[in-house]
């Protein structure tokens, strides 16, 4: 384990002022032998005033040269990989270090201008390409026919609007899904079958759980082994409902593990389940969940469409207090289903992700306690943004949500603060930022993640205790 810069200085003051206590204790001793009474006096004299200079001397040069670099180092670190520039660290904080800290901030401005420059000439290279794409993502979106397109190991790799529509009566939509969590496995694997044998298009009527309806559907088969399906709407859909889901896709899904804990799968191959939730209180054993809020992250960014957030009736009056933080009343969540209802269809949610919060132990603790009443056990692996950022700008730093995505540039104009989805969303867009910058210190699967997680526990406890170590 490489130690810190503040932590080396501190051990080499350390290391002088113990020297020091010995050689000036050597002599003393070697004096004392012939009037120990003076000698001792002179010696814990000397020895606190040494103690005391050798402290003072630390916390001047800790707070001046160690602090300044590491906090100019947390900036380059920022706008190398997290793209964005950081508040961490600027030239006032290296105000005695010469010029290193304007220099390390030209050369980052320089850096930064260059790449800028490089971006817009590949964008306006690529922006015809965008455009085309944008207006036939539009075009699909409009046009009335619900689609899915599933690869060959029967995941989701696309769905529309309308689909996300039918697929959501059964269970949350979402990229990378096994299609049984919404048909009949037996039903489709026939289908399957057929469409891949004959070549041809078939149609079928596949049902969901046992008390879902059936729906008509037609499948056609492509040519990596995966298959378009497309669903037909129940007779009693009244339809006209306006949908905020577009299409939502990711055609490199079919690269990505099938297993979140893999510890050997890159960071950026995993999907990420972002989620936050409001409560009646501070206190798991007593207060209760009101508001679920949660975002999808896979190839390192979020994913647009693809959001869970439901107000959560708690059986209990919404104190006062809590009301004033999020805003949440009696009347919001009087029709909203309970923990048990609302934690299922998270858990759905979050199927065959890793599971990301700040603070996670608070809001896992709320899950937890009812796992026995939603019929669900959590079981998924648990990233905490507290220690990621622990891990990046050290234990002392400030690791509030706030003052992590302001250190990373976060944009935070658009979002709803205090509220279960706005501070998921926040913490995803932090996530997404941290990334880039894990992978730039080394850190570039999940195992090596987890074990370098585990040395920073004393801040929040590791939810992952019993997580085999890659080691």
């Known amino acids: 384990m490489r130690r810190s810069l503040r932590l080396?200085?501190?051990?080499?003051?350390?290391?002088?002022a113990a020297s020091a206590l010995a050689l000036f204790g050597g002599a003393l001793a070697l004096g004392s032998q012939q009037d120990a009474g003076g000698f001792v006096l002179a010696f814990v004299t000397g020895g606190f005033g040494l103690l005391f200079l050798s402290a003072l001397f630390w916390w001047l040069f800790d707070q001046n040269v160690a602090l300044p670099v590491e906090r100019i180092a947390d900036d380059l670190r920022v706008r190398?990989?997290?793209?964005?520039?950081?508040?961490?660290?600027?030239?006032?904080?290296?105000?005695?270090?010469?010029?290193?800290g304007p220099a390390a901030d030209a050369v980052a401005r320089a850096l930064g201008d260059t790449a800028v420059r490089t971006a817009e000439t590949v964008a306006a290279e690529t922006r015809r390409l965008a455009e085309d794409r944008t207006r036939l993502t539009a075009l699909l979106t409009e046009i009335p026919v619900a689609t899915i397109?599933?690869?060959?190991?029967?995941?989701?790799?696309?769905?529309?609007?309308?689909?996300?529509?039918?697929?959501?009566?059964?269970?949350?939509?979402?990229?990378?899904?096994?299609?049984?969590?919404?048909?009949d496995a037996g039903e489709l694997a026939a289908l399957r079958r057929r469409v891949q044998s004959t070549g041809l298009g078939a149609g079928a009527m596949l049902r969901g759980d046992a008390d879902s309806e059936r729906l008509s559907v037609r499948a056609r088969p492509m040519a990596d082994g995966g298959y378009l399906l497309v669903l037909d709407p129940p007779a009693t859909e009244t339809g006209g409902e306006s949908m905020e889901t577009g299409v939502?896709?990711?055609?490199?899904?079919?690269?990505?593990?099938?297993v979140a804990p893999d510890p050997d799968a890159p960071l950026r191959a995993l999907t990420y389940c972002v989620f936050d939730t409001e409560t009646t209180g501070l206190l798991p054993h007593r207060d209760e969940v009101v508001e679920i809020g949660a975002v999808r992250v896979m190839d390192g960014k979020p994913v647009a469409g693809e959001r869970f957030e439901t107000f959560v009736n708690p059986g209990r009056p919404i104190p006062e207090a809590a009301r004033r933080v999020h805003g949440i009343c009696d009347r919001d969540v009087s029709g909203a289903p309970g923990i048990a209802e609302a934690g299922r269809a998270f858990h759905a949610f979050a199927a065959g992700s890793v599971i990301v919060a700040h603070n996670a132990p608070f809001d896992m603790a709320f899950l937890r306690k009812h796992a026995a009443t939603m019929g669900?056990?959590?079981?998924?692996?648990?990233?905490?943004?507290?220690?990621?950022?622990?891990i990046l700008f050290g234990t002392t730093a400030d690791h509030r949500l706030d003052a992590i995505a302001a250190r990373l540039g976060v944009d935070e104009t658009d979002i709803r603060r205090h509220s279960a989805t706005g501070d998921a969303?926040?913490?995803?867009r932090s996530l997404a930022r941290m990334l880039p910058m894990l992978e730039g210190r080394g850190i570039s699967t999940f195992g090596a993640l987890l074990a370098e997680t585990r040395r920073h526990g004393r801040l929040v406890p590791d939810l992952n205790?019993?997580?085999?170590?890659?080691?």
């Open 8 to 16: 080396r200085v501190l051990l080499f003051f350390a290391a002088f």
């Open 376 to 390: 669900v056990e959590w079981t998924q692996p648990i990233l905490d943004t507290v220690l990621l950022s622990a």
């Open 80 to 100: 190398a990989h997290g793209g964005g520039a950081s508040s961490a660290g600027s030239a006032t904080d290296a105000r005695h270090l010469g010029d290193l």
């Open 465 to 471: 205790a019993e997580t085999p170590s890659p080691d």
């Open 149 to 183: 397109l599933v690869d060959s190991g029967d995941r989701i790799v696309l769905y529309d609007g309308q689909a996300a529509k039918l697929l959501s009566r059964r269970a949350p939509p979402r990229l990378g899904a096994p299609m049984s969590d919404y048909f």
């Open 248 to 258: 939502v896709y990711d055609f490199a899904l079919p690269a990505r593990p099938d």
């Open 425 to 428: 969303i926040l913490t995803a």
